[in-house]
């Protein structure tokens, strides 16, 4: 018996390694199994906050941003009431009068008729929102919701995942060149007490004038400094 939808869509995101791709392409990977795991889905974006501020960070189809742009601008819509609430919210008609009037206008407008958004959650702390389009009215019924939610705690920890990785390393990274430039400040430092005879206070005063009457970085001055030494001994 072939593995449904659902099966093989949980079966490839458990096989998802996050340090195989940038946090982009995990999300992007994540959006379209959604697809494959929800056949009534068409595209499906995944809203999450974005710099302070809820935005659609990716999408499976360019109508996605456009449409969610409704949600953001009024603050109100059925993917930002499922983010904040951490339930399953739908529109079985974007042509009926219902609640969130402006994102069913806009969403008719653009072709889509109905759709369902999942929050992702983990640990009881929302992580982000999928939002599944369709361009047929009442394309999604109870089983497609518990269907969603299924896949969704499972997408919801894959990003949880990808967040604190891509977090971690870029912490990493940034400690790295933090202590590439202190070691090039300690040894700009070392030069001048060499060359000056001063204290190591006294040597790291010089550095902070230069920085500040040449207008550039600290980091910059200690390394031509050190540059400057070691041409001079190859000289």
């Known amino acids: 018996m072939a593995d449904s939808p659902l099966t093989s869509s949980l079966a490839a995101l458990s096989r998802f390694f996050i340090g195989d791709g940038t946090l982009e392409q995990i999300l992007k990977r994540v959006a379209d199994l959604t697809v494959e795991a929800i056949p009534p889905a068409e595209f499906v974006g995944i809203t999450m906050p974005v710099e302070g501020r809820k935005r659609t960070a990716i999408f499976t189809d360019d109508l996605s941003p456009v449409i969610d742009q409704a949600q953001y ?12 609430t951490q339930r399953v919210t739908s529109i079985e008609s974007t042509c009926e009068d219902g609640k969130w009037p402006e994102f069913r206008r806009v969403a008719a407008d653009n072709g889509i008729y109905s759709l369902m958004s999942l929050p992702l959650v983990v640990d009881r702390h929302t992580v982000g929102a999928m939002n599944l389009y369709s361009r047929s009215e009442h394309a999604f019924d109870e089983a497609d919701a518990a269907t969603g939610m299924l896949f969704a ?72 400094i050190v540059d400057q030494a070691v041409s001079r001994n190859k000289g």
């Open 73 to 84: 601008d009024t603050g109100d819509g059925p993917c930002l009431e499922a983010f904040e």
């Open 153 to 224: 705690s499972q997408a919801a920890i894959v990003l949880a995942n990808a967040q604190v990785y891509w977090d971690a390393r870029e912490l990493s990274t940034g400690l790295g060149e933090a202590m590439k430039h202190r070691a090039v400040i300690e040894q700009a430092k070392g030069i001048l007490m060499g060359a000056q005879g001063c204290d190591e206070d006294a040597a790291f005063q010089m550095l902070v004038k230069a920085s500040q009457r040449e207008n550039v970085k600290l980091r910059a001055v200690a390394e031509r």
